[in-house]
């Protein structure tokens, strides 16, 4: 994925439901600085120059994260999904990344199948919790 992927990855993301974007982190500006930060982990699939699909990823030295995986659904059950995840793992794995987290809305049933398909396990013992620093809008698909 590049900075000039951004419109059509955006528009990829607004078509999936279940999404949860913001107007700051997932700017074109967020989006770059994050792009910045991991060149190697982020990824489209693109198909007759259509991007049907994109994942965001990345690490801090210690644990990789996914965010934002998304395939357009005029194009799912084809493994867009499963081959972004696995790009975006084995970059990972190339950084010396040995375990990585996402996060899935509860109420994205689709979204939770997928990744309890390809052996991503959701963990009962925690509480995900965050602080917005600034005025944040929420995008919901």
């Given at each position: 994925m590049t900075p000039d992927d951004y419109d059509a990855v955006h528009a990829c993301w607004m078509a999936c439901a279940g999404m949860g974007l913001n107007t700051i982190d997932d700017s074109r500006e967020g989006i770059i600085r994050y792009l910045e930060r991991n060149p190697n982990t982020c990824f489209?699939?693109?198909?007759?120059?259509?991007?049907?699909?994109?994942?965001?990823?990345?690490?801090?030295?210690r644990r990789g994260y996914i965010y934002h995986t998304a395939v357009n659904p005029a194009y799912r059950r084809q493994g867009i999904g499963t081959a972004l995840v696995?790009?975006?793992?084995?970059?990972?794995?190339?950084?010396?990344?040995?375990?990585?987290?996402l996060v899935a809305f509860s109420r994205n049933d689709a979204g939770n199948a997928f990744w309890e398909s390809l052996g991503f396990t959701a963990r009962g013992d925690l509480t995900y919790r965050n602080k917005a620093l600034c005025a944040i809008t929420r995008i919901d698909t």
């Amino acid at each position: 994925m590049t900075p000039d992927d951004y419109d059509a990855v955006h528009a990829c993301w607004m078509a999936c439901a279940g999404m949860g974007l913001n107007t700051i982190d997932d700017s074109r500006e967020g989006i770059i600085r994050y792009l910045e930060r991991n060149p190697n982990t982020c990824f489209v699939d693109e198909q007759e120059g259509t991007i049907t699909g994109a994942i965001l990823a990345g690490h801090d030295g210690r644990r990789g994260y996914i965010y934002h995986t998304a395939v357009n659904p005029a194009y799912r059950r084809q493994g867009i999904g499963t081959a972004l995840v696995n790009a975006a793992l084995h970059a990972l794995a190339n950084e010396g990344i040995i375990k990585v987290a996402l996060v899935a809305f509860s109420r994205n049933d689709a979204g939770n199948a997928f990744w309890e398909s390809l052996g991503f396990t959701a963990r009962g013992d925690l509480t995900y919790r965050n602080k917005a620093l600034c005025a944040i809008t929420r995008i919901d698909t």
